[in-house]
């Protein structure tokens, strides 16, 4: 608590001693955010999630979609994270496999693929929690107490923060 506070490590961020507090011993629940997306049969990403206007996302039965965390995330250069799908979201069908490594010095958003592999829809409504996130505290860097240094990620400097619209909807070579 102490670091995202001093950090400015995620927004928002949300704190509270009851039950169903996002934040726990060793990680902090992310939601889904504001879009998700799915491709289409000609490898177009359509849009099928909107927080404005959707109480639920729905990912198809035997489908993968593309779901952007409700999470703004601006990793100093001594702190790395790690993500998974809630464990409930598992047992039902759906799959994340193992959360890669964010690296220290992040800033943006996660987007998330999900994967349902049973033969039903499956809907998550948008106020439940959908990963876990895990910081890790790593050695500074020669630089420390020296201004942090952070970039967007995959070197879109550019183009500003991680839109994920604007991701998906980029070439692939």
Not at 14 to 35: D, Q, V
Not at 151 to 162: A, C, D, N, V, Y
């Amino acid at each position: 608590r102490e670091v995202v506070e001093e950090t400015g490590l995620i927004s928002p961020f949300f704190i509270s001693s009851h039950r169903k507090s996002r934040l726990k011993k060793a990680a902090y629940e992310g939601r889904i955010g504001s879009k998700a997306f799915m491709f289409d049969g000609d490898s177009n990403p359509i849009q099928i999630f909107n927080s404005e206007t959707d109480q639920f996302l729905k990912v198809p039965k035997n489908q993968i979609v593309f779901v952007e965390c409700d999470i703004d995330f601006r990793l100093p250069e001594f702190i790395a994270l790690r993500f998974n799908l809630q464990i409930k979201h598992v047992h039902r069908g759906l799959l994340l496999g193992t959360g890669p490594l964010v690296d220290p010095g992040y800033w943006g958003k996660l987007c998330i693929p999900l994967h349902n592999l049973t033969d039903q829809d499956y809907f998550i409504p948008k106020s439940e929690g959908l990963i876990w996130i895990e910081f890790t505290k790593t050695t500074s860097p020669d630089n420390a107490g020296q201004t942090p240094l952070g970039r967007p990620p995959l070197g879109i400097e550019s183009e500003g923060f991680f839109d994920i619209e604007k991701f998906l909807r980029k070439k692939r070579i």
